[in-house]
């Protein structure tokens, strides 16, 4: 057999060898996430928990994403901060306003959504709640920093968020670091038709390709196994 067939029969192990890892790799992702998206929906199904029971969770878990949570306070909604998003298939904002506990410290509340050209409390008459309000919400980790290199930093001059930056919000809302929660809570009370900001926006659907990307990486190293087995097997024509 010649040097160059050997190389040839190396080349289709090593792509084969790639193929089918990145197939398992992808099979291994799907029981990942069939895993996760049954725990979102297990933990949003349970019972609203009142808020000490979900920071006790955060402080010994250090995850309480989407668990429901049910508590009362005023929101200061002098201190609005605003996340720039998109609901429904139109831009514009969701309203993050530091919310005061009984006991003085604060956490900050994604309250919903509100059109691009409304962010202005002004143009959006009856939006500010008066009052201690009592809030059904679901609560959510903060994140460790900003998600991906192509997210705009964060323009707290401007009071313009492109990601959650919870200890970053809470500075520009002028809310000291020892009274912050270190979780945030997003608005989940069932929307009034009409209201702004429109709440029960969290995303809790995760896309889930896994399967079809298996499938496309084990086909390819069928392919290049059938190419490579045509090609070694094929009879030499006689001369």
Known sequence: MSG????????????????ISLGTWQVKRLA??????????TRMASAPEPLPAVEARFKTEGDVDYYPVAFSGLVLKDHE???LSTFDGQSGWNIYAPLQLADGRVLMLNRGFVPYELRDPSKRPGSQPEG?????????NPLNGKPSSIVPDNDP???TW?????SGMAA????????????FVDDWSDAKAGALPVTRTTIVSRPNNHLQY????????????????????RKTPAV
């Open 157 to 159: 001059k401007s009071n």
């Open 81 to 83: 901060q605003y996340f």
């Open 132 to 140: 201690v309000q009592t809030i059904s919400g679901l609560a959510r």
């Open 32 to 41: 990942w996430k069939e895993g996760l998206i049954a725990s979102i929906q």
């Open 214 to 233: 298996a499938f496309t990486w084990y086909g390819l190293a069928a392919a290049l196994a059938g190419v490579w087995g045509v090609m070694t097997f």
């Open 162 to 166: 492109y990601w959650k930056d919870l």
């Open 4 to 19: 160059t067939r050997w190389g040839l029969h190396v080349a289709t192990l090593i792509g084969l060898a790639i193929l």
């Open 172 to 183: 520009s809302a002028g809310i000291a670091p020892d009274r912050l929660l270190p979780f």
